[in-house]
């Protein structure tokens, strides 16, 4: 996957799937140790709804809670609580290496556990027999191959997800990049070699990685000086640690959990930018604790497809409306202080159109515009507007002619038009792409405004949107003076045009010039 450059299917994986992914994994990893924390004889369970079987055996065996163990645990997480929240900043002033507390914890967890024998004295669960020594390697069989196949692909896709998101999360955390490439190459050549030692499939540990991100490991030098004290373990002083007692262990964890547990506060943040990322955090979140890893991630990759296939199907149109300068424009319901001009719609078109939202966009224009127009032809209402306001830049100028609005009689460039819409212009600054089905209703949109004697205008069309007409001959259909580098050379040409025919009609076709676009050769 890494060779075939399949690392950007890491998009798939938003910050809020990767939030809510490994936010719920850390439910299952702390719910992987509450039997050691407490000292329960229940078995761990597999499957769907593993994490809440496992509450549910644990509240059944509640009274069978080993008090030594739940002693030693309670004492394990304070200690390392109160110095990574406490102690840590001042220790770390004091001496220029981290102080690995952890690895004191387990000696001296071992030591005690084996000086009072807490194995047999409280019945404690301990670490047990660790084998020493490594197996021989060896080539698999592929008499299996057929039979693990799809479990194996089924694996190495959750694998990788759960290791992309613990890079995400450390990348974003400690501010550097990281190459998902790059990570499937490295994750494909462990497998590889592991597959010669019989190891299990290899990916990012949820748990492991938090510990050495708070005992300050940074660097590849920390895993490969882990690396060695783990073979120094196997090869020598495995049976050293066999009276570890697992509760020392899962304190540890729980610990170095806080950081993931944290990411919680994501979900409020994503709720204020956006409800449907908040969505995504949800689903990915209960997904993954009420079901399981594999599941949760599906879920969360199923949803955000399924958002990103509406949001290019859905976008947005809003009307815009100048400020008293007439060089501002924005969109009319978030700002009270922007208002329309008479006679002219300037409508802004969010996302990307395509044959399957083309027919709701035109029906949506056609909505406005209609509305508009009934407004006028019922109400008969009239409206003044000086145009001279509108063209003239200076302040003093503009704010006299203003003045003279109030009284009775007005200058000669003074022209009443109908509140009724004769003007359409586009604001295609944020249309992303168009297909020729799209061009095909918006020319026919276009053609029907023009029966009924309004305009249209294009405006900020983005040049990847401009070579899709071009080659689709629908400037060509619609004409060059239909386009313009902006709104408000758009809106001030036509009120150029009304004020220089103020006697005459206020709608005049624009010649049909033929144009084509500069080659790309």
Same mark, same amino acid.
């Given at each position: 996957?890494?060779i075939?450059r399949?690392?950007?299917?890491s998009?798939?994986?938003?910050t809020?799937?990767?939030?809510g992914?490994?936010?719920?994994?850390?439910?299952h990893?702390?719910?992987?140790?509450?039997?050691n924390?407490?000292?329960?004889?229940?078995?761990?369970?597999s499957?769907?709804?593993?994490?809440?079987?496992?509450?549910?055996?644990?509240g059944?065996n509640?009274?069978?809670?080993?008090l030594?163990?739940?002693?030693l645990?309670?004492?394990?997480?304070?200690?390392?609580a109160?110095y990574?929240?406490?102690?840590?900043?001042?220790?770390?002033?004091?001496?220029?290496?981290p102080l690995?507390?952890?690895?004191?914890t387990i000696? $001296?967890?071992?030591?005690v556990s084996?000086?009072?024998?807490?194995?047999s004295?409280?019945?404690?669960? $301990?670490?047990?027999?660790?084998?020493?020594?490594l197996?021989?390697p060896?080539?698999?069989s592929?008499?299996?191959?057929?039979?693990?196949?799809?479990?194996?692909?089924?694996i190495?896709?959750?694998?990788?997800?759960i290791?992309?998101?613990m890079?995400?999360?450390?990348a974003?955390?400690?501010?550097?990049?990281?190459?998902?490439?790059?990570?499937l190459?490295?994750?494909?050549t462990?497998?590889?070699?592991?597959?010669?030692?019989?190891c299990?499939?290899?990916?990012?540990?949820?748990?492991r990685?938090?510990?050495?991100?708070?005992?300050?490991?940074?660097?590849?030098?920390?895993?490969l000086?882990?690396?060695?004290?783990?073979?120094?373990?196997?090869?020598?002083?495995?049976?050293?640690f066999?009276?570890?007692?697992?509760?020392v262990?899962?304190?540890i964890i729980v610990?170095?959990?806080?950081?993931?547990?944290?990411?919680?506060?994501?979900?409020?943040k994503?709720?204020a930018?956006?409800k449907v990322?908040?969505?995504?955090?949800?689903?990915?979140f209960?997904?993954t604790v009420v079901?399981?890893?594999?599941?949760?991630l599906?879920?969360g990759?199923?949803?955000?497809?399924l958002i990103l296939?509406?949001s290019?199907t859905?976008?947005?149109l809003s009307?815009?409306?100048?400020f008293?300068?007439?060089?501002?424009y924005?969109?009319?319901?978030?700002?009270r202080q922007?208002?329309?001009?008479?006679?002219?719609?300037?409508l802004k078109?969010?996302?990307?159109?395509?044959f399957?939202n083309?027919?709701?966009? $035109?029906?949506?224009?056609?909505?406005?515009?209609?509305?508009?127009?009934?407004?006028?032809s019922?109400?008969?209402?009239?409206k003044?507007?000086l145009i001279?306001?509108?063209?003239?830049?200076?302040?003093?100028e503009?704010?006299?002619?203003r003045?003279?609005?109030?009284s009775?009689?007005?200058?000669?460039?003074?022209?009443?038009?109908?509140e009724?819409i004769?003007?359409i212009i586009?604001?295609?600054?944020s249309?992303?792409?168009?297909?020729p089905?799209a061009?095909?209703?918006?020319?026919?949109?276009?053609?029907?405004?023009?029966?009924?004697?309004?305009?249209?205008?294009f405006?900020?069309?983005?040049?990847p949107?401009?070579? $899709?007409?071009?080659?689709?001959?629908?400037?060509?259909d619609?004409?060059?003076p239909?386009?313009?580098p902006?709104?408000?050379?758009a809106?001030t040409?036509?009120l150029?045009?009304?004020?220089?025919?103020?006697?005459q009609?206020?709608?005049?076709?624009?010649?049909?010039?033929n144009y084509?676009?500069p080659?790309?050769?």
């Amino acid at each position: 996957m890494g060779i075939l450059r399949l690392g950007a299917l890491s998009l798939l994986l938003s910050t809020e799937l990767v939030s809510g992914f490994t936010t719920g994994a850390a439910v299952h990893v702390l719910t992987s140790q509450v039997k050691n924390l407490l000292g329960l004889p229940i078995s761990r369970r597999s499957g769907m709804f593993k994490v809440i079987m496992t509450y549910m055996d644990a509240g059944i065996n509640i009274t069978k809670t080993n008090l030594a163990a739940l002693i030693l645990s309670v004492i394990t997480i304070t200690i390392l609580a109160l110095y990574n929240e406490l102690l840590k900043p001042y220790v770390a002033k004091k001496i220029s290496f981290p102080l690995p507390l952890e690895l004191l914890t387990i000696i $001296v967890g071992t030591l005690v556990s084996f000086y009072w024998n807490f194995e047999s004295r409280y019945n404690m669960s $301990v670490v047990s027999t660790i084998p020493t020594g490594l197996p021989e390697p060896k080539l698999s069989s592929f008499d299996v191959f057929s039979g693990v196949l799809l479990d194996g692909l089924i694996i190495s896709i959750v694998a990788y997800a759960i290791s992309i998101s613990m890079c995400k999360i450390f990348a974003t955390k400690h501010n550097y990049s990281i190459d998902p490439n790059q990570e499937l190459i490295a994750e494909g050549t462990s497998n590889i070699v592991g597959s010669f030692f019989s190891c299990a499939p290899i990916a990012a540990s949820l748990s492991r990685s938090v510990i050495q991100d708070a005992v300050g490991g940074k660097t590849q030098l920390a895993s490969l000086f882990s690396c060695g004290i783990l073979i120094f373990v196997l090869l020598w002083i495995g049976p050293f640690f066999e009276t570890l007692p697992n509760c020392v262990l899962s304190g540890i964890i729980v610990v170095a959990l806080k950081g993931m547990f944290l990411q919680f506060s994501d979900l409020p943040k994503a709720w204020a930018v956006s409800k449907v990322n908040a969505f995504v955090w949800v689903i990915s979140f209960l997904a993954t604790v009420v079901l399981d890893i594999e599941y949760g991630l599906g879920a969360g990759i199923l949803i955000s497809i399924l958002i990103l296939l509406w949001s290019s199907t859905h976008g947005s149109l809003s009307v815009l409306g100048a400020f008293s300068n007439f060089e501002l424009y924005t969109d009319v319901k978030t700002n009270r202080q922007a208002k329309e001009i008479p006679g002219i719609k300037i409508l802004k078109y969010t996302g990307s159109l395509n044959f399957v939202n083309a027919e709701n966009f $035109v029906k949506e224009v056609e909505k406005l515009v209609s509305n508009d127009n009934d407004k006028g032809s019922e109400d008969g209402y009239k409206k003044e507007m000086l145009i001279n306001s509108i063209l003239e830049e200076k302040p003093r100028e503009r704010l006299r002619q203003r003045e003279n609005t109030n009284s009775k009689s007005h200058s000669r460039s003074s022209i009443v038009i109908n509140e009724s819409i004769d003007w359409i212009i586009f604001d295609f600054s944020s249309l992303s792409a168009i297909d020729p089905g799209a061009l095909r209703l918006l020319l026919g949109l276009y053609n029907r405004f023009l029966k009924h004697n309004v305009q249209i205008l294009f405006t900020s069309c983005p040049s990847p949107v401009l070579h $899709v007409m071009d080659i689709s001959s629908f400037i060509k259909d619609v004409g060059i003076p239909h386009f313009f580098p902006s709104v408000h050379d758009a809106a001030t040409h036509v009120l150029n045009l009304l004020h220089n025919s103020y006697h005459q009609s206020p709608i005049e076709s624009f010649p049909h010039t033929n144009y084509s676009m500069p080659s790309n050769k």
